[in-house]
């Protein structure tokens, strides 16, 4: 039987349990006209289709290794996978990562087959436009555009509004609706938690490696966008340029805004590089910091599980051996001079004693190098602490709080990557032993109980239960999914005195 919407009729792929319904468009396409619009709703209609295509993942830049090749401006699609059986089954929405500019709902590490099997719930994966086309503020440079604010956060609420009119269709219960997410997703899953028009599109939220920190002020997105349109080519004004720009050179614009330092968080004790195209703060969608807003009770009805992997950075700190681009040599003769002003540079005013602390706190693995230190900080900057942060927060409303800690040991092509960011993710969607889960994992029997420990935690956090360890009020401890103690605090009381300032609590600032 095909899945009936106001939109139309599709027939999916049935295979080993589930139907999975491919590219599904839950807005019309963002382009001409609609470039610079919120997303629009689709007519109604009668058709039938067979959802069988992986759709254009959102404009970016090829990524093979992330099974992203070929994109545009036409992304705005779910695919799904829906449990045999009767329902209506618990829905989770899944949102990617990829630093707001690159990742697809069709990636093989996020395929919801095996979760949407395993814990009897509808999955759906959600696209966003990324980059500029999501995130750039255009409105000020611009104004006869009537470009509207948060692009991007725009279309995960209206995905969120297409699941509550749609998902009964695809056996799923609209009242039970968990989001969930890594790294941007992770962010956004947190800007959600924040956003007055997603408020009761959701019940549950599992934040995997986010934080609700990554924002931007109007003044700090306005260098961004001054940058961005200083790379795009041609004359006339900044609306022409912006009209007219097609996607290779929009692309070629993106890279060398991302080149600006700006202050994430509204504040100047973590400033952002790299990674400069976020929700920005405006007057109706995103109205204040998402963790100011959740430490005043925005989000007291949801339920919350939120974690990190426990040597997140590895995976960006080395991630130049992996491809070829750095040697291991040139990286240890990298001198504790450069080591600490990385520190300052991201911890400005900060980075001494932060040095410090890290130098004894941490050993460098001697497979690695010295920029282990290094590392550690910055997984506790982006996302260790936010994440604290959050908890204690969203915690002070609703004890209806878990935390959790991935230590499984990643070591690609045999380079020790430790629990880093990404290795989670397998062990979530169930595929550690496909070519993208072995990858982080190793695959094997000893990876595949330990997804299926997790599964069954996400599962029930779905259906409404307590996940299966004790809540974050009080011990303020996280379970652990991996090798080692199998409760843990996130940081220690040392590291909770150093970050008190530099990332400081909703009540402390």
Request: charged letters at 20%.
């Amino acid at each position: 039987m095909p899945a009936i919407t106001r939109q139309g009729r599709y027939e999916g792929l049935a295979s080993s349990g589930v139907i999975e319904y491919r590219g599904i468009p839950f807005a019309q396409a963002p382009v001409g006209e609609r470039r610079f619009k919120a997303p629009q709703p689709l007519p109604a209609g009668d058709n039938t289709v067979v959802a069988n295509r992986y759709p254009t993942a959102s404009l970016q830049v090829d990524n093979p290794m992330m099974g992203v090749k070929g994109s545009g401006e036409d992304c705005l699609y779910v695919n799904i996978w829906q449990p045999d059986g009767e329902g209506p089954f618990p829905v989770m929405v899944w949102f990617h990562g990829g630093g707001y500019l690159s990742g697809s709902i069709s990636q093989p590490l996020y395929n919801g087959a095996a979760l949407a099997k395993s814990q009897g719930v509808v999955v759906v994966n959600a696209a966003y436009r990324l980059g500029a086309m999501g995130f750039g503020d255009f409105a000020a440079v611009a104004p006869e555009l009537g470009a509207d604010s948060n692009l991007g956060l725009r279309d995960q609420v209206a995905a969120l509004e297409w699941v509550q009119e749609n998902i009964a269709a695809f056996g799923g219960d609209p009242e039970q609706v968990t989001v969930f997410g890594e790294s941007a997703g992770g962010f956004s899953v947190c800007t959600l938690l924040a956003c007055p028009a997603a408020a009761s599109l959701f019940h549950g939220a599992i934040v995997q490696s986010g934080a609700a920190d990554f924002v931007l002020s109007r003044d700090e997105a306005r260098k961004v966008t001054d940058a961005f349109l200083a790379a795009l080519p041609g004359g006339g004004s900044a609306a022409d340029k912006l009209s007219a720009a097609q996607p290779e050179q929009w692309l070629k614009a993106q890279k060398a805004s991302i080149k600006i330092l700006v202050d994430r968080g509204l504040r100047t004790t973590t400033p952002q590089f790299a990674m400069n195209f976020l929700p920005v703060l405006d007057d109706d969608l995103l109205p204040s910091l998402p963790i100011d807003a959740i430490a005043a009770g925005a989000a007291r009805d949801k339920r919350l599980m939120a974690g990190v992997c426990l040597e997140e950075y590895l995976f960006f700190q080395y991630a130049g051996l992996l491809a070829g681009t750095t040697t291991l040599d040139a990286l240890r003769e990298i001198d504790n001079s450069e080591i600490l002003r990385r520190f300052e540079r991201g911890l400005p005013g900060n980075g001494q004693r932060a040095f410090e602390y890290y130098q004894n706190a941490v050993t460098p693995d001697p497979r690695r190098s010295n920029l282990d230190w290094l590392a550690a900080m910055e997984s506790d900057r982006l996302f260790r602490v936010p994440t604290v942060r959050l908890l204690d927060a969203q915690s002070s409303h609703n004890a209806q709080c878990w935390a959790f800690q991935f230590t499984w040991p990643s070591e690609p092509f045999g380079m020790p990557m430790g629990a880093c960011h990404v290795m989670d993710i397998p062990f979530v969607f169930g595929v550690t032993d496909t070519p993208a889960g072995l990858y982080f994992t190793g695959g094997g029997d000893e990876a595949r109980a330990l997804s299926d420990q997790v599964q069954a935690a996400w599962g029930r956090f779905a259906r409404g239960d307590a996940p299966g360890w004790s809540a974050w009020q009080g011990e303020r401890t996280a379970i652990q999914f991996g090798p080692g103690e199998s409760r843990a605090r996130l940081l220690d009381a040392e590291a909770e005195a150093l970050w008190a300032d530099i990332i400081p609590s909703p009540a402390d600032h």
